[in-house]
């Protein structure tokens, strides 16, 4: 091997810590249509070879429906292709991803405006009308 | 006593908003390991968790600890965990020095006695006071009063943890953990050379929020993230079930990414979470990078044999002395065989 | 009292040459006490362990499967009647005294000491429920020839004076006249006089020097005395220069099957002996399958170099002489099975001359499933036939060579040993069994061909 | 020293020198008693020759015992099998091997030595109960034949444990399982496992034997 340039990344197919996470999606599918229950799977602890994720997202595809987050960096929150099936993924304020999740809901609860922050942008709003 | 602000109000003196907390709690989780469910109790424990003051101690050791975790290229969030701490003493890091810092050191002690955090690095050397001192102060002693009066005491790092490299075979400092030193105090030991960044935040995590610090294994170590081999949650162990190996660093099997089982990965009896919470923020782990596990969270891991002789080689001596070994079979076997014949010598004479 | 009177009356009108029942037992020979018996039994064993055997007792994995072949176990699922039981006295006794480990089995008691008990009750295992017919040893997945060791066990029994009391009158008869059934040469001479004049067949007797010796089984003698003149006419037939000798006849050797080598090597000896005294370049064995054994592949071993002459049984001759040409034989429209003896076909070697044999005969053949090598044994050999009180087990043990012979469908039966022979007789008797077991020596020099001249 | 250095050290190699001195103090203590003379002329060959003939042979049942033995004979064929399998195919071990003799061979994935592990562990208890329960082998049986069955079942089942864990540390289970080894190995030249060496001395006894005499073999 003479230079860097000869040194290829490993690049290979190897999905096999995909499928059973799509499993798991479907049962919690059926949970949602059942019981109304919501699931939320933390992709950070579990275990993904070069590509796989990207080979994850790639499965699940875009949906209809994606919204930003801007709150100690950005956020994205997306629908994948299959409904009910949500993509997490937040940054933090130098745009690194800090966090991924797969939720399996109606909606994404942080996407709903706060309780907190509704009485905060309400005192908001009233001082400035009372300006 | 200065009342510390809490980490909610912290938090709200920023303007984070409630959506931003539960992003926070939501990464939090992620850290402590704990399911997404616990996000909600989460939220409620740390807008009520008031800042623990943390001295740290750097003993016998590279700095490698400390870099990793200043290095840890998350200082958003977990950055806030570190505002949200007082770290009131750490010598690499502070701007004082000398008396000051000493008095620093002391100060903190004498504010929350009975409530620090100590965190150290590095092993302490037995062998001679002389080999390692700070401030004139031996290791020794710096370690036995510092933690006198705290809560707790964090090993960071394999030297801190379990003796590490200065305590490697011969160990001509006579090292020795901080857990052989401490045992008036529980030990949190996140050994890993250096440990990962994250798994260090969520000790601190824990006992910010929870005030409580985590289940631990037999090694003193959070099960949170020593519970389970690298082997279990390699992404190439597949491949070991299959029986696909790579024999070379630069054969097929290497560069299909086979296992590493034969170039002497320490995986199967490594216990780290390496393969799941990987280094460089997110990037890899050494695996992924074609390379075996060392073992470097594991226990006098420099002295396991090769970093590159397969897990299941034996320990053998070379063949001298199993040709003595055979030899012996010989010898005794030719006496067994005289004795029988005599036997039957004597029997057949006696009829 | 344990000396035994040795004048028991030879029961002439059985089925089988036999003593009578004795009315009192003696089962046990000599005057020695229990301590005696069991250090002879001892030595005796530990004399016979070589490598060869030492490998086999050391080799046994106790893994049953010889009781499968066994037919005293197959037909009795008697648990002590599995081949290497019957020897585990012989086994201990290695482990104990010879074995790579008999340091430590002495030191830490690892094997029982054989007992005065132990040596009665092995007595029935290893004589009474053996015949030595090795079809145990064809099974053994480790390869070990358990009929080999029960015949050395044999020697230390015999030497502890604890062997059944008509097999020892036998072996001590014949011992003491040259012939188990006490035939002395002068009856020999006799009874061939009568074949000769019976059969008008030329029957040369004590010929100063000839190519072939031939020599007969008392049985033959006795019971079936056909075979002397059968005899006489196949090697005249073939044109051979031989001879009977009075000073070396008897072919069976009852020393062999009691376990005396003394008496096993005197009447081996007599043998070799007549046969270089006339310069013999063949000893033609009788129809006996234990004969076979004692000369052919033990004989050389008892003189202590190779033999001078060749040995041959019967059946080997005869399918020698039929396939050179020497004799020929008529085609016979009938079928026929063929009972192989164990130690001419199983342990001998000889198992397809018997079949050359009858392919000249032109029958139609009907082997036997499993026959040949396989064979079922016809439960007398080893000595067993003598032994009255072991009748009842081995009219027991004889349905399973009924079954095998009545699968055939076959006309007639024949063998080539005489000791076969006299069991099937009087197995026969006992069951009123429809086949009569024939010679397959006297079917062939029946139907001998006149030789053209 | 911990549990598994001492497994993988001085266990291993103790167990090693035993089973090399005892298997040869064994052998020459069998091979070097007085021999028997052969003086009867051979009807064919005997010699080496006949001896791997047998060695061969006798591996597989002659038809007439075919019934009457398939039992035993298959339960004994899948524990050998599939021992064959676990030590000699399983990756791992191979790597173990080549560190002593500096060569390996192809292996087998690790569910199919899964396979033939539990196989030989279950046809073994069978084989166990086989001589519990069956009259001639109760009688026959003695201490050693089930010494031996528990000293071979233990490495095969502490191996097969390894993969499972039950909440019991690798290496902790590792050292164990060489531990079991080593036991294994230090047990064998002495008692019936010695079958492993002796049966090409028995086999090739008989085969020298009774193919000179050209008797059925």
């Known amino acids: 091997m003479t230079s860097l340039e000869g040194i290829q990344a490993a690049a290979f197919p190897f999905h096999g810590n995909v499928r059973p996470i799509l499993n798991e999606v479907t049962h919690a599918l059926d949970r949602l249509l059942e019981t109304g229950e919501a699931t939320v799977i933390d992709l950070a602890g579990l275990p993904f070879g070069p590509g796989e994720l990207e080979y994850l997202e790639a499965s699940l595809g875009t949906g209809e429906l994606s919204a930003t987050l801007d709150a100690l960096g950005t956020s994205c929150i997306r629908e994948t292709a299959f409904p009910g099936v949500w993509w997490l993924e937040h940054r933090n304020a130098l745009d690194e991803v800090v966090g991924r999740y797969l939720e399996i809901t109606r909606t994404p609860e942080i996407l709903s405006s706060q309780e907190a922050d509704i009485v905060a942008g309400r005192a908001r709003l009233g001082d400035q009308l009372g300006n | 006593m200065k009342r510390t602000p809490t980490v909610g109000e912290v938090l709200q003196a920023k303007g984070v908003s409630r959506r931003g907390f539960l992003k926070y709690c939501a990464t939090t989780a992620s850290i402590l390991a704990l399911p997404p469910s616990m996000i909600p109790r989460i939220a409620e424990a740390i807008e009520n968790a008031r800042r623990p003051s943390v001295i740290w101690l750097s003993f016998q050791e590279c700095t490698g600890c400390t870099e990793s975790l200043t290095r840890s290229a998350s200082p958003t ?227 396991l044999g090769g970093f590159y002789e397969p897990l299941s080689t034996g320990n053998f001596d070379s063949g001298e002395k199993l040709a003595g070994a055979a030899v012996a079979g010989v010898a005794l076997g030719v006496a067994a065989a005289a004795a029988g014949r005599r036997r039957q010598a004597k029997f057949t004479k006696e009829g | 009292m344990t000396t035994v009177d040795g004048r028991h009356e030879i029961d002439r009108e059985a089925e089988r040459l036999a003593y009578k029942p004795p009315e009192v037992r003696h089962d046990k020979q000599g005057d020695m006490g229990s301590e005696e018996r069991i250090n002879k039994a001892m030595h005796h064993f530990v004399k016979n362990f070589n490598s060869q055997t030492a490998s086999y007792l050391d080799g ?117 006249t040259g012939s188990p059934l006490g035939i002395t040469p002068d009856k020999f001479e006799d009874r061939l006089e009568w074949m000769a004049d019976e059969h008008d067949v030329e029957i040369p007797l004590n010929v100063e020097q000839a190519d072939v010796l031939a020599v007969m089984s008392s049985i033959e003698i006795q ?57 013999a370049k063949l000893v033609v064995l009788p129809e006996c399958g234990h004969a076979y054994m004692a000369m052919r592949w033990m004989g050389a071993n008892m003189y202590g170099k190779p033999l001078p002459f060749k040995v041959m049984h019967i059946s080997e001759y005869m399918a020698d002489a039929l396939n050179t040409g020497k004799i020929k034989v008529k085609k016979l429209d009938k079928s026929l099975t063929y009972h192989d003896p164990c130690q001419v076909s199983r342990r001998g070697g000889a198992t397809q001359a018997a079949r050359d044999v009858i392919k000249h005969l032109g029958v139609d053949f009907r082997e036997m499933e499993f026959g040949g090598d396989y064979n079922w044994c016809c439960g007398g050999g080893g000595g067993v036939v003598t032994i009255t009180r072991a009748d009842p087990l081995r009219h027991r043990v004889f349905k399973l060579k009924m079954d095998q012979v009545e699968a055939t469908e076959a006309d007639e039966l024949v063998s080539s040993c005489a000791n076969c022979r ?32 | 020293m911990d549990l598994l250095e001492f497994a993988r050290g001085p266990a291993l190699q103790v167990a090693a020198y035993i089973l090399v001195a005892g298997t040869i103090w064994r052998l020459v203590g069998i091979i070097l008693l007085k021999e028997k003379p052969e003086f009867s002329e051979p009807r064919a060959r005997g010699g080496l020759g006949a001896a791997l003939k047998v060695i061969y042979t006798r591996s597989f049942t002659a038809d007439p015992f075919k019934p009457a033995t398939l039992y ?137 034997v009774f193919e000179r005499r050209g008797a059925k073999t």
Request: glycine share 10%; aromatic share 12%; proline share 6%.
């Open chain 3, 60 to 176: 046994c994995l106790h893994c049953g499967m010889c009781a499968d072949a066994c037919h005293f176990h197959v037909r009795t699922d008697d648990p002590r009647y599995t081949p290497i039981w019957k020897i585990e006295l012989f086994k201990r006794t290695y482990k104990r005294q010879v074995g790579p480990f008999a340091f430590f089995y002495r030191l830490f008691g690892l094997k029982r000491q054989v007992t005065i008990e132990d040596l009665e009750e092995w007595q029935h295992l290893l004589y009474d429920s053996c015949t030595v017919c090795g079809r145990c040893s064809l099974v053994c997945p480790m390869g070990i020839d358990i009929a080999g060791l029960v015949s050395m066990a044999r020697h230390g029994m015999f030497k502890a004076g604890l062997i059944p009391h008509e097999l020892h009158e036998v072996a001590k008869r014949a011992a003491e």
């Open chain 3, 223 to 279: 019971k079936y005395p056909e075979s002397m003149a059968a005899t006489a006419k196949i090697l005249n037939a073939a044109g051979e220069s031989w001879t009977f000798r009075t000073d070396g006849f008897e072919a069976t050797n009852f020393g062999m099957l009691s376990g005396n080598p003394e008496w096993q090597k005197e009447a081996t000896m007599k043998l070799i002996d007549a046969a270089i005294k006339i310069g």
């Open chain 3, 422 to 453: 006299q069991s099937f007789d009087d197995s026969q008797q006992h069951f009123g069994w429809d086949y009569t077991m024939g010679s397959l020596m006297e079917m062939v020099a029946e139907n001998l061909e006149e030789r053209k001249s």
């Open chain 4, 72 to 208: 035993p004979k298959i339960l004994a064929y899948v524990m050998h099998i599939g021992l064959f399998m676990v030590v000699f195919l399983f990756v791992p071990h191979i790597m173990f091997f080549e560190g002593f003799l500096g060569f390996d061979w192809p292996g087998l994935p690790n569910s199919i030595i899964f396979f033939g592990g539990v196989a030989a562990i279950v046809s073994g208890f069978a084989l166990l109960v086989r001589r519990l329960t069956h009259p001639v082998l109760r009688l026959i049986s003695n201490f050693d034949d089930y010494f031996s069955w528990f000293i071979t079942m233990l490495p095969l089942a502490t191996g097969l444990l390894i993969p499972v864990r039950l909440g019991v540390r690798y290496e902790t289970l590792l050292a164990i399982h060489i531990i079991t080894v080593a036991a294994l190995l230090i047990w064998l030249p002495f008692g019936k496992l010695g079958h492993t060496f002796l049966v090409f001395v028995t086999r090739g006894t008989t085969g020298m």
């Open chain 2, 77 to 303: 969030v977990e950055g806030l965990i570190f505002d949200a701490i007082s770290l009131d003493y750490h010598h690499t890091l502070q701007a004082a020095a000398g008396d000051q810092a000493e008095a620093a050191r002391h100060a903190a002690m004498e504010e929350n006695d009975g409530g620090y955090l100590v965190l150290v690095d590095g092993s302490i050397p037995l062998g001679n006071p002389g080999f390692s001192t700070i401030a004139g102060i031996s290791n020794v002693d710096m370690l036995k009063e510092t933690v006198a009066g705290a809560a707790a005491v964090v090993s960071i790092g394999s030297c801190a943890a379990f003796g590490g490299i200065p305590g490697a075979d011969p160990n001509p400092t006579g090292a020795v953990s901080v857990g052989e030193l401490v045992t008036d105090k529980p030990v949190i030991n996140v050994p890993g050379c250096p440990p990962i960044p994250m798994v260090m935040t969520a000790v601190l995590t824990q006992f910010l929020t929870f005030g409580t610090l985590p289940e631990l294994d037999k090694l003193g170590r959070p099960l949170a993230f020593y519970g389970k081999t690298i082997h279990d949650r390699c992404y190439r162990r597949p491949f070991y079930e299959q029986g696909k190996f790579a024999e070379s660093f630069d054969d097929k099997g290497a560069k299909a990414g086979w296992c590493l089982f034969k170039l002497g990965c320490k995986g199967p009896m490594t216990y780290n979470a390496c393969a799941t919470t990987k280094w460089n923020s997110g990037t890899s782990f050494p695996i992924e990078s074609g390379h075996p596990c060392l073992g470097c969270s594991e226990p006098g891991f420099w002295d």
